[in-house]
C-alpha cells in the first residue's frame, strides 16, 4: 500500500569503489522511481563533457613550415609526428592553465611520450610513441599545453597560438569511460526504489572520483541560476527591489558580451565572469590582465561603451560599494 508524502525520499547510502587509478565505481541509493535516472543522465554527460584535462594546442617544429612537410632525419612525416602528439596526454605542474616547453633530440633514438616529462610537465602515458630519429636526425619543437574541457578544433584555435605555430585539434576530455546502470532496490518492502551505479574510467590526467565530483560541482553552479533568480524574488519581497534594479545591468556575465575568442579567454583565466567587474576597474588594472594585448583591451573598451560605461562615465561610491558586494556574492 502506497502512503501519502509530502516529499521524495531521499537517498541516504553512497558507496565509492576504487579500482584502480583510473577505474572507479560510484553507487547511490535508494532514489524514488524515475529519480536516479533523472540525476544519472546528466552527470554522465557533464562527466564526458566537462571534466577538465589538458591538451597539447600548437607546436613549433624547427625546419618545419605545415604539417605536410617532413624532417631530415625522422621517419615519420609531420602529420604523423602531430597524431603521435595528439594522443599524449599531460598533467602541468603547480596548478597552471598553460605552459610552453621546449625540447631538442638528437638520433639515432626513438623518442617516447616520457621524454618529455621536466619540470613544467608530467606525461600519463610515457611508453606513447612519437618520432624515429636516425643518425642525421635532429628534432626540435616547442609545445604550447593548456587546460580545458570537452573538444576544441584547430580552426578556434587559430588565434590563440603564435603565428608560426601549427594549432593543433585539442581533446581536452581525461573521460573514456562513464557508464550508468539502474538497479531496483528495495526500502519498506517496496521493490520500485532505484540504485545509480556508475562506472567511471579516465585516462590518468585526472582520478574517476575527481572528475565524478567535477561534475557534481557543474551541475551545481549550473542549477544555481536559479537559486540566484529565487533570492532576486525574495529580495524584491522585502524591499530591496530598487538595488536589484540599479545592479542588473552590471552582472551581464563576460561570456555574454561577444567578445573575441583571445579577449574572453584573457579574462576567463583571470576569473572574471561579469561586466561589472570591468566596470569597477581602472584602464591600468584592465592593462595588467595576463596576456591581454592593445587589440583585445580596445575590443573590451568598446563592449563597456556600448553598455553605457564609457571613458565619461563615473559610479558613486554606494552603487561601487553595493556591486562589490554583489559580485563578491555570485563569486562565492
Known amino acids: 500500500m502506497r502512503k501519502i508524502k ?6 541516504s547510502e553512497v558507496e565509492i569503489n576504487e579500482i584502480s587509478d583510473t577505474r572507479a565505481q560510484v553507487i547511490a541509493y535508494p532514489f524514488e522511481s524515475g529519480y536516479a535516472v533523472t540525476l544519472a543522465h546528466p552527470l554522465r554527460r557533464l562527466l564526458l563533457g566537462s571534466s577538465i584535462g589538458y591538451a597539447p594546442i600548437s607546436v613549433k617544429i624547427e625546419g618545419a613550415a605545415h604539417e605536410f612537410d617532413s624532417i631530415r632525419g625522422m ?8 597524431i603521435h602528439l595528439k594522443n599524449i596526454r599531460f598533467k602541468i605542474k603547480e596548478g597552471l592553465d598553460r605552459a610552453v616547453v621546449s625540447y631538442s633530440f638528437k638520433g639515432p633514438r ?5 621524454d618529455l616529462n621536466n619540470d613544467q610537465v608530467e606525461v600519463v602515458n610515457p611508453d606513447q610513441p612519437l618520432a624515429t630519429l636516425n643518425e642525421d636526425g635532429e628534432l626540435t619543437f616547442t609545445l604550447e599545453i593548456a587546460k580545458g574541457i570537452g573538444y576544441v578544433p584547430s580552426e578556434d584555435l587559430q588565434e590563440e597560438v603564435d603565428g608560426d605555430a601549427i594549432a593543433l585539434d585539442a581533446f581536452f576530455t581525461p573521460v573514456r ?6 538497479e531496483n532496490v528495495l526500502v519498506e518492502d517496496n521493490p520500485d526504489y532505484e540504485k545509480i551505479v556508475f562506472e567511471i574510467e579516465t585516462d590518468g590526467q585526472i582520478s574517476p572520483v575527481a572528475a565524478f565530483a567535477n561534475a557534481l560541482e557543474t551541475m551545481h553552479k549550473q542549477m544555481s541560476v536559479f537559486g540566484e533568480v529565487m533570492n532576486l524574488d525574495l529580495e524584491r519581497s522585502s524591499g530591496n527591489s530598487a538595488e536589484n534594479s540599479e545592479l542588473k545591468p552590471f552582472l551581464v ?6 567578445l573575441g575568442a583571445r579577449s574572453f579567454n584573457s579574462l576567463d583565466r583571470a576569473g572574471i565572469k561579469y561586466l561589472g567587474e570591468l566596470v569597477l576597474m581602472s584602464e591600468n588594472e ?3 590582465i595576463k596576456n591581454l594585448g592593445k587589440k583585445s583591451l580596445d575590443e573590451i573598451q568598446e563592449v563597456l561603451a556600448e553598455h553605457g560605461f564609457g571613458p565619461d562615465y563615473e559610479m558613486d561610491e554606494e552603487t561601487r560599494a553595493a556591486l562589490t558586494k554583489k559580485i563578491a556574492q555570485l563569486k562565492e
Open 75 to 82: 621517419h615519420e612525416d609531420i602529420a604523423v609526428f602531430i
Open 177 to 182: 569511460k562513464a557508464n550508468y546502470a539502474i
Open 286 to 288: 584592465l592593462k595588467e
Open 253 to 258: 556575465p563576460v561570456d555574454a558580451l561577444g
Open 110 to 114: 626513438e623518442v617516447v611520450a616520457g
Open 6 to 11: 509530502t516529499a521524495p525520499f531521499l537517498p
